[in-house]
């Protein structure tokens, strides 16, 4: 299996981070927080740093292994398939949720009158080749479209700076500190508390004792470029515009800036495909590294399709419609999945430690 290094995984981190959320939580966090989002999303990242470093240090003991390796090995042989089990859950279900978000926004944005299985099929081919050539095939991937695809955002951040109006920041603290509270909690359980899934991916990496250095760069970078995407929302939308749109990210891409300028929504589209990409491939890699370790198959590989075709199902037939996944979004899912991103790592690591 070839190697991730360094490099590679820094790009993963961030373009996992960043992935739906770069489209979502900018809508999600202003509906909670109003003109506290802000707050709310760096209290999130910073809560987010917790799990991350409980999968390093595990990583760390047990090199080499999966999560649902060690996690029989710290649990024993039951309890530990048990989180096995849940472990594929949440990845499977996250995956899902990738391919419904990239869906609804492909049809409602762009092309409402084709075939929602055509835009399923689409999206998911190139992470089916890459992922059958490998994980150091991914990671070179990644390495190469990551740096291209921040600089467009930075530039059509910088682009519409002049139409920014730093009133809409105003008052602070108006909507109490329970609804900042409540919005970081919904931003750690996405998307930063399913950062998680990076355990799967770490066994492959080359460059261990660089670990946790470069995933915290990464986790920086991610905040820093999630911020500069909900200022560039509220300054030029607004709070209520925010809150009244879907895709509120969207909107400000679409005016014309400087008389000339427009256009800039079809960068906001290659922004979302690239980390969608980037999120969708690693939670696939997920499901398969671990149901693969789950019943004893010495590779992924494949796996790879019939999971695939899983994935598509259950996207198809998980909502309805967009009202109901944005409230699922904003109310149940931090309920359920904080649990997984936060307990399951800490009690590992606390009986490893134990043990050892």
Excluded at 186 to 207: N, R, T, Y
Excluded at 258 to 270: A, D, M, P, S, Y
Aim: aromatic share 12%; with cysteine.
């Amino acid at each position: 299996m070839t190697a991730l290094n360094s490099r590679q995984l820094f790009w993963i981190i961030v373009g996992f981070i960043l992935g739906s959320a770069i489209l979502l939580i900018t809508g999600i966090l202003v509906s909670t927080a109003s003109q506290d989002a802000w707050l709310s999303l760096i209290i999130g990242a910073f809560l987010g740093i917790i799990p991350l470093l409980l999968v390093t240090k595990l990583s760390c003991l047990y090199p080499g292994k999966s999560l649902v390796q060690y996690s029989q090995l710290i649990l024993g042989k039951f309890a530990g398939k048990i989180v096995g089990i849940i472990w594929c859950w949440f990845a499977l279900h996250l995956g899902v949720l990738v391919l419904r978000n990239f869906a609804d926004f492909i049809m409602i944005s762009m092309l409402p009158r084709t075939p929602e299985i055509v835009i399923y099929i689409t999206f998911i081919i190139p992470v089916i080749l890459v992922l059958f050539a490998g994980i150091g095939v991914f990671g070179n991937v990644v390495q190469i479209i990551s740096p291209v695809v921040l600089s467009l955002f930075i530039m059509v951040t910088v682009i519409m700076m002049p139409q920014f109006d730093f009133g809409y920041l105003q008052p602070v603290l108006q909507q109490g500190i329970h609804n900042i509270i409540w919005g970081s909690m919904q931003v750690f359980a996405f998307p930063f508390g399913e950062m998680v899934l990076i355990a799967s991916i770490l066994p492959s990496l080359k460059d261990k004792e660089k670990c946790t250095q470069v995933l915290l760069k990464g986790l920086l970078v991610a905040t820093i470029l999630l911020l500069l995407g909900l200022f560039r929302t509220v300054l030029v939308l607004g709070v209520e515009d925010t809150q009244r749109l879907i895709y509120p990210v969207m909107e400000p891409a679409k005016i014309e800036i400087f008389g000339f300028i427009r256009g800039l929504e079809v960068i906001i589209i290659i922004n979302w495909y690239s980390f969608g990409f980037i999120k969708f491939a690693v939670c696939l890699y997920a499901f398969c590294r671990g149901f693969s370790n789950l019943t004893g198959c010495h590779s992924y590989k494949p796996i790879i399709i019939p999971a695939s075709i899983v994935m598509i199902s259950l996207a198809i037939i998980s909502f309805n419609n967009i009202a109901e996944q944005f409230n699922y979004a904003l109310t149940f899912w931090p309920i359920f999945t904080i649990p997984i991103q936060l307990f399951i790592p800490a009690i590992l690591l606390a009986v490893a430690k134990l043990k050892k």
